[in-house]
């Protein structure tokens, strides 16, 4: 009977892997709803405009240089504009951005949106954020609540 | 009763081919149970060094890339390079990101592993290859609900559905309830 198991348990891990080898070697990663937009709109338009694309579903592109450690619930892409990037942050589990994606090129379908926040929210993000990157925060240097303008994405399409 | 025969049939026979779908379902459901508390798809390790600082007549980026994986002893060819600010560079490998402080030469790797087992599982659990899989796991679906009927039958008696059956069902049932009351 334990013999029996165990092949079965054998054969499914090795089904699954089967199944998952693919995923490893993805060269393009979809995910998300399909994408609809043809037309590139530069994050540094966004981000040098942002009240007039609030609420607008927008097509942008660029290069990975960070996701959520913990979820894949949201990545930063950076801009065409030098030392600018913007976060595209997407539902819980409805689209799990994968950490390996670091360094690839995306194409992001979403809505651009504004969160507001008050100086006390923005120090228990900043907190957050230096405890998940492992770094030193001093509560101080925040002085005011601030307004983040992000993506909240819609469709994804990953490129090794 | 013939009915009973052939319900415990199908239950049982239907129970083993669900056997290994159940403990992937099983396994993937705790990991991305606790999703807050652990990345259940990536190990991710962090190393913190320091190379000689990169002088300003460095300009180009390819040359500060070249000089700070050659400091590092780090063969691998790297897939992008991003400036977080004027200082600040980050270099994407495969499956490690570099980032440096060029007049500090502080470094810290963020090197990212894939949990060989638990990964490919949370993929099918969560449904990521979709298409024919989707299928798959509704088929699963139903063999678990047609499991779970089927179980409250498969015996007669004080201890079946009539008996002891009937109150360990209840139990069953009320769990889900009492936190539907309690959080919903």
């Known amino acids: 009977m334990i013999k029996k198991i165990t092949i079965t348990a054998i054969l499914t891990l090795i089904f699954v892997n089967l199944s998952f080898a693919t995923d490893g070697e993805i060269k393009t990663n979809i995910l998300g709803k399909p994408i609809t937009l043809t037309e590139i709109t530069k994050i540094s338009t966004i981000l040098a405009n942002p009240q007039e694309l609030l609420g607008d579903t927008v097509l942008v592109k660029g290069t990975i240089i960070d996701v959520c450690k913990k979820r894949g619930c949201w990545m930063e892409i950076a801009s065409d504009s030098s030392f600018q990037s913007i976060k595209i942050k997407v539902k819980d589990g409805e689209i799990i951005f994968p950490l390996s994606a670091k360094g690839s090129s995306a194409l992001v379908e979403g809505v651009v949106e504004q969160l507001v926040f008050t100086k006390e929210e923005v120090i228990a993000m900043e907190e957050h954020q230096a405890e998940e990157h492992g770094t030193e925060f001093d509560p101080s240097t925040i002085t005011e609540g601030k307004t983040i303008y992000r993506i909240r994405g819609i469709g994804a399409q990953i490129t090794k | ?184």
């Open chain 2, 1 to 184: 009763m013939k009915w009973r025969k052939w319900n415990n049939i199908l239950h049982r026979d239907i129970g083993y081919l669900a056997f290994g779908l159940t403990i992937i379902y099983a396994i993937s459901g705790i990991a991305v149970n606790h999703m807050a508390d652990w990345n259940p798809n990536y190990k991710i390790e962090e190393m913190h060094s320091t190379i000689a600082p990169i002088t300003a007549e460095i300009t180009e980026t390819k040359e500060i890339i070249n000089t700070v994986l050659k400091q590092l002893n780090i063969d691998d060819i790297p897939k992008n390079s991003n400036f977080l600010n004027r200082e600040t560079i980050q270099i994407f490998l495969e499956n490690n990101t570099v980032t440096t402080n060029l007049s500090t030469g502080e470094v810290s790797q963020e090197i990212v592993k894939s949990r060989t087992l638990i990964r490919p599982m949370n993929f099918l659990h969560l449904n990521h290859p979709k298409k024919l899989w989707t299928w798959v796991a509704d088929i699963y679906a139903i063999a678990l609900a047609f499991l779970a009927i089927t179980g409250l039958f498969v015996l007669k008696g004080k201890k079946g559905i009539k008996g002891r059956g009937a109150w360990l069902a209840a139990i069953g049932m009320s769990i889900p309830i009492l936190f539907k009351l309690l959080y919903f």
